[in-house]
């Protein structure tokens, strides 16, 4: 919305409410419309970036499983998991942080709103009665002695055309704030949403590392009643025996202990969703999802697709306007009032027209000397504007970095997935040649033992690896922005007017 454009349509209001004396009121047009506005206009900060992510150049991986389009708001999807999906769906409605974020957005709406009502007069009205008797004592006094009635009514307007664009730089500065709080309660979203999936993926690998145990377990209560006959028919040792048990009760004990991480997951996946934790149960399913690595694009895009950096260059925005405001406190202020109403001594007179009253008067104010206290706000707007550009250059190279971790994350997790797969077949059969060995009575059940748990071992870095990778798939998602754009962000017209169509975003400058 253009300030000054804003300005010539309001000096009308006043000029209707008062017909009296317009001419002090078309005077006060002209000064309108021949207003400035102070300060510097916004730029949009430079942040360095680079032409291509380091860890996608030159290193001969690529996504394995691209997910070029993220689905806007549901990006969740690409992982076609239902229960997901289900869980999901409840973060915006239930989730008390993302109700706070929204909540925080309305009230700076809420205030563009305040700010814009100074381009408008402010008009207040009151009616009084009073009955008051004066002193008979009190000389040269025309109603000494006398007990009269007061009735008035009266209506005052005031006024302060916008000359120097104070109102109009405060209302710059609330959109913008605005337009950064929408942002700030969209990375508020994304980040429940992507605490979810993480916390939602390893709950799933714990139940998978938790039925590799269950397996284990079934097979070392075989193994341990093998041991047992053999022992019996003089075959083994006692201390043969022994180490079976000893193996099964650890690996007990283990699957055990994964119930304490799982039921924690499960506590903070209902919190994520608004449920309460001591009513809410995820059924047990082992980890079925696969990782999907998103296309990273360019790294020019991320500026544009990361609602905590578009929140960051809103927030420029705003201290940049501050700047004009500080700057239009060194001139005077112009104020319009005009009062007008009736009193009258008798009610049968009170509306009649010799009754009125009225004034209507214009007052200049302006600071000629404060020692500099104008001069250091001022400054002061300006070290708070080139903080918030740090702040938002920080925020760019902090993003870039987060895109680069998880990139090359899913690339050395996927090397080390594949090699580990490997290291379980060897370990699988290692324990098969030993324990067959020990069948036919050519080694100890030591050696058993040992194999046993390298098989475990080995099969439980896998499946930890399979979690790692899921994590570091939605954290690269969520890096990415989830499939947001700067464009989702409120225009200026549908912060003013929360029931704008969207359509008007193409209008947003």
């Not at 506005?37 to 394995?64: I, R």
């Not at 769906?89 to 989730?95: G, I």
Request: proline residues 4%.
């Amino acid at each position: 919305m253009n300030a000054q454009g804003s300005r010539r349509r309001f000096v009308a209001a006043p000029l209707r409410y008062v017909s009296l004396h317009a001419s002090a009121f078309a005077l006060a047009s002209v000064c309108a419309l021949t207003a400035c506005t102070l300060g510097p206009d916004y730029v949009k900060p430079t942040a360095t970036t680079a032409a291509t992510y380091k860890e996608l150049d030159g290193t001969g991986w690529k996504p394995a499983q691209p997910a070029d389009t993220l689905t806007r708001g549901a990006w969740w999807s690409v992982y076609a998991d239902p229960s997901l999906d289900a869980l999901e769906q409840q973060v915006a409605s239930a989730n008390q942080n993302v109700q706070a974020a929204q909540a925080r957005f309305r009230a700076a709406r809420a205030t563009v709103a305040q700010y814009r009502s100074s381009f408008f007069p402010v008009v207040s009205a009151n009616g009084a009665y009073s009955r008051a008797r004066s002193s008979e004592n009190v000389l040269h006094k025309s109603t000494a002695g006398l007990t009269l009635n007061d009735y008035l009514v009266q209506a005052d307007a005031s006024w302060e055309p916008d000359l120097w664009g104070r109102v109009s730089r405060s209302v710059e500065g609330a959109k913008a704030e605005a337009q950064a709080s929408a942002a700030d309660a969209q990375a508020m979203l994304l980040s429940m949403q992507a605490e979810l999936a993480t916390d939602y993926f390893e709950l799933r690998g714990l139940d998978q590392e938790r039925r590799l145990l269950d397996d284990t377990i079934g097979a070392y209560k075989q193994a341990l009643d093998l041991t047992q006959h053999r022992y019996t028919g003089g075959i083994a040792t006692d201390a043969d025996v022994a180490q079976a048990q000893t193996q099964l009760k650890t690996t007990q004990a283990q699957a055990l202990d994964l119930g304490v991480q799982r039921a924690q997951l499960e506590h903070a996946i209902a919190i994520l969703i608004g449920q309460s934790p001591s009513t809410y149960s995820l059924p047990v399913a082992p980890l079925a999802a696969v990782p999907v690595v998103a296309a990273a694009g360019v790294p020019s895009a991320l500026l544009e697709r990361r609602p905590d950096i578009a929140a960051a260059e809103r927030h420029v925005a705003d201290m940049n306007a501050q700047i004009g405001v500080a700057t239009a406190a060194f001139f005077p202020n112009l104020i319009l009032s005009v009062t007008g109403g009736l009193e009258a001594t008798n009610y049968s007179q009170w509306l009649l027209a010799p009754s009125r009253l009225w004034s209507l008067g214009p007052t200049l104010a302006g600071t000629l000397l404060d020692f500099g206290g104008r001069a250091s706000v001022k400054e002061q707007a300006r070290a708070h504007y080139d903080e918030s550009v740090a702040q938002y250059r920080q925020t760019v190279l902090s993003a870039f970095g987060q895109v680069e971790d998880n990139l090359a994350a899913l690339r050395v997790l996927e090397q080390e997935a594949t090699a580990q797969d490997d290291a379980v077949a060897a370990a699988q059969r290692a324990l098969a040649v030993v324990s067959n060995r020990y069948k036919n009575g050519a080694i100890t059940y030591l050696d058993v033992v040992v194999a046993q748990t390298t098989a475990l071992t080995n099969e439980r870095d896998a499946v930890s690896i399979a979690r790692r990778r899921m994590a570091a798939s939605v954290a690269l998602i969520k890096a990415l922005g989830g499939g947001w754009d700067a464009s989702a962000l409120p225009t200026d017209e549908q912060i003013v007017h929360p029931s704008a169509p969207a359509s008007d975003a193409a209008t947003h400058g």
